[in-house]
Nanobody, 127 residues
């Protein structure tokens, strides 16, 4: 059974950091690109970052995210990470990891490029 499980979220003060993990099972992580998306209350799903199955293929949605977030993967541990730093209240959201259907599209975040995802990890930034 294919599963993606996010963890590592929580409550953090502005300026703080968190590391999210996406642990997968039921398939070989090395064969897939993985995306991170988030959804804030009352807002649409938004792409954040992704990582290709091939080395060196890290992608960030915009320059703000690129300066604060770092995506990485450890195929031996079946886990993808998203390091979040300098967090601000508007980054409060549920963060999801998703499996790409085709690694070719790893710079794209439209839902139809992904075929499965986890239940998400809540990140709350508040003082």
């Amino acid at each position: 059974q294919v599963q993606l499980v996010e963890s590592g979220g929580g409550l953090v003060q502005p300026g703080g950091s968190l590391r999210l993990s996406c642990t997968v099972s039921g398939f070989a992580l090395a064969d897939y690109g993985i995306g991170w998306v988030r959804q804030a209350p009352g807002k649409e799903r938004e792409g954040v970052s992704s990582i290709s199955r091939y080395e060196g293929g890290e992608y960030y949605k915009n320059s703000v995210v690129k300066g604060r977030f770092t995506v990485s993967r450890d195929n031996a541990k079946n886990t993808v990470y998203l390091q979040l730093t300098s967090l601000q209240p508007d980054y409060t959201a549920v963060y999801y990891c998703e499996r790409l259907r085709d690694n070719l599209w790893y710079k794209h975040f439209a839902r139809h490029h992904y075929d499965c995802w986890g239940r998400g990890s809540q990140v709350t930034v508040s003082s």
